[in-house]
């Protein structure tokens, strides 16, 4: 069971972070920061990989914080070719800990927001997340450095974007582990239920 949808605006480096919260009806366990795909090819937080994220680790007892990064929707500033954008996340990690407590977060993303969000766990202690959630993860786009033992990576087998091999060639030298939902392309039309299992999955669900 989840609460509707709510839209509040974060304090962030260059202004007005525009962010769509869920907060689960139970005492939620932490905070799911998800981030979305990149800003100028039309991603934003309505995104439908990164709504059902949300959905699902709402009712994973998460509470759920999608932010728009810097130039989309109400979020002010400008695109910043991935620094400024690590910066955000930042912004709306640190709203979410004082409002929720700072229990060790899930950093999840799709395409150009999965980067984003390996990056950020880079300047985060360890203890500070519980998990990387990497969907459509966009190693062509961004340079995007080796992750932690336990990351889960989802990729389709189908990805036009960003080809699975790439993807393998990213993860073969940290033996990460990528699951391959077969048939899917990179938006999961069609497959976002299998995606959504896959994770709830991965949360012993």
């Known amino acids: 069971m989840r609460a509707t949808t709510r839209r509040i605006s974060v304090a962030g480096p260059v202004g007005r972070i525009e962010c769509a919260?869920?907060?689960?009806?139970?005492?939620?366990?932490a905070v799911a920061l998800i981030a979305h795909p990149h800003p100028l090819y039309g991603g934003t937080l309505d995104n439908k990989?990164?709504?059902?994220?949300?959905r699902t680790f709402v009712d994973l007892g998460y509470v759920a914080l999608r932010p728009n990064f810097r130039g989309?929707?109400?979020s002010e500033g400008e695109h910043d070719?991935?620094?400024g954008e690590v910066d955000d996340l930042a912004a709306a990690l640190n709203y979410g800990r004082q409002q929720f407590g700072a229990a060790p977060a899930v950093l999840a993303g799709f395409s150009f927001g999965a980067a984003i969000q390996v990056r950020l766990a880079q300047r985060?202690?360890?203890?500070e997340v519980e998990r990387l959630v990497l969907v459509g993860l966009a190693v062509t786009r961004l340079d995007t450095p080796a992750v932690?033992?336990?990351?889960?990576?989802?990729?389709?087998?189908?990805?036009?974007?960003?080809?699975?091999?790439t993807v393998l060639?990213?993860?073969?030298?940290?033996?990460?582990?990528?699951?391959?939902?077969?048939?899917?392309?990179?938006?999961f039309h069609r497959r976002l239920q299998s995606l959504r299992e896959i994770v709830r999955s991965a949360w012993g669900a």
């Open 148 to 165: 932690a033992r336990g990351t889960l990576v989802i990729h389709g087998e189908l990805d036009e974007t960003v080809p699975l091999a």
């Open 169 to 187: 060639q990213w993860a073969r030298p940290q033996d990460q582990p990528v699951i391959v939902l077969p048939g899917a392309d990179h938006f």
């Open 81 to 83: 070719g991935g620094a």
């Open 21 to 29: 919260i869920d907060v689960p009806l139970s005492a939620p366990r």
């Open 124 to 127: 985060l202690a360890p203890a």
């Open 49 to 54: 990989v990164v709504q059902t994220l949300a």
């Open 72 to 74: 989309v929707g109400t």
